[in-house]
């Protein structure tokens, strides 16, 4: 069973910018679609970005274009999230997970424990 630990969160002022990442343990990292997602206080948990096996394709909200980039480093076991011009509206728990795309859907499947993002205003 894969394990997930997500790590680089903290407290960032608007337009600022932050990576988190996502380690991947316990399994075939190279064999797992991911994907991030997020989850502020009284809302649900939705998803940020994806990204396929080999990293070729992503797929971005739109809430986060041109402002956030997924990567991945598969002999590194790792993914990334870069967040640029960060707003307060970003503030969440940021969420790696690992899953499966079929018919140009994402399934998660595992799950990190989360790391907090908070954006001041």
């Known amino acids: 069973q894969v394990q997930l630990v997500e790590s680089g969160g903290g407290l960032v002022q608007a337009g600022e910018s932050l990576r988190i990442s996502c380690a991947v343990s316990e399994g075939t990292f190279s064999g797992y679609s991911m994907g991030w997602f997020r989850q502020a206080p009284g809302k649900e948990r939705e998803v940020v970005a994806r990204?396929?096996?080999?990293?070729?394709?992503?797929t971005y909200a739109d809430f986060v274009k041109g402002r956030f980039t997924i990567s991945r480093d598969n002999p590194k076991n790792t993914m990334y999230l870069q967040m640029n011009s960060l707003k307060p509206e970003d503030t969440a728990v940021y969420y790696c997970?690992?899953?499966?795309?079929?018919?140009?859907?994402?399934?998660?499947?595992?799950w990190g424990q989360g790391t907090q993002v908070t954006v001041s205003s």
């Open positions: 990204i396929t096996r080999g990293g070729a394709s992503t």
């Open positions: 997970n690992a899953g499966v795309i079929y018919s140009g859907t994402y399934y998660p499947s595992v």
